[in-house]
């Protein structure tokens, strides 16, 4: 289906624009706006980021990873902490100030991403949702040679 790859470049596109525009105007590095998105998913998914879990997913140095951590902490973006139950262990955050930032910067994308959402029911968006989240398994398992998708939910 050329027409569906087509479509999901587009949105790539787009969104990658955003994003560049937001880091081009924080002064942030592409590899800065990655990390971020990623603490951002992190709080919402399976617990804070760590740098380890962040080295992992952005396939960088340990060294890279502490270079990056602190352009955005001196930048205000972002908070590390020390697990309570085990010091040795850095949970990264987004920053009062950088979640302020970014929602502001955001917000456009946000709100169409609303308003395209609300023409479709619950279930269409479920469908929408269970193929995107397969999709991202595949690309995210040909892209760490070595690991395998997920078995698909609900089947």
């Known amino acids: 289906m050329l027409a569906l790859a087509v479509r999901l470049r587009g949105i790539t596109a787009s969104v990658t624009r955003t994003g560049q525009d937001f880091a081009r105007s924080h002064g942030l590095h592409h590899t800065d706006l990655l990390a971020l998105i990623a603490i951002l998913d992190g709080d919402g998914h399976g617990g804070p980021m ?3 879990r962040l080295r992992a997913h952005l396939n960088l140095t340990s060294g890279a990873v502490t270079a990056c951590l602190d352009r955005l902490e001196r930048g205000g973006h972002i908070t590390r902490t020390r697990d ?3 010091g040795r262990v850095v949970h990264l955050h987004y920053a009062p100030a950088g979640r302020t930032v970014a929602r502001e910067a955001f917000r456009p994308l946000a709100r169409r991403t609303d308003a395209v959402r609300r023409r479709f029911t619950a279930e269409e968006i479920e469908v929408v949702l ?13 892209a760490r040679p070595g690991t395998d998708p997920p078995p698909p939910s609900g089947t």
């Open 50 to 52: 760590t740098p380890g």
């Open 84 to 86: 309570t139950a085990d």
């Open 130 to 142: 269970r193929f995107l989240t397969a999709l991202d398994a595949e690309l995210d398992a040909e």
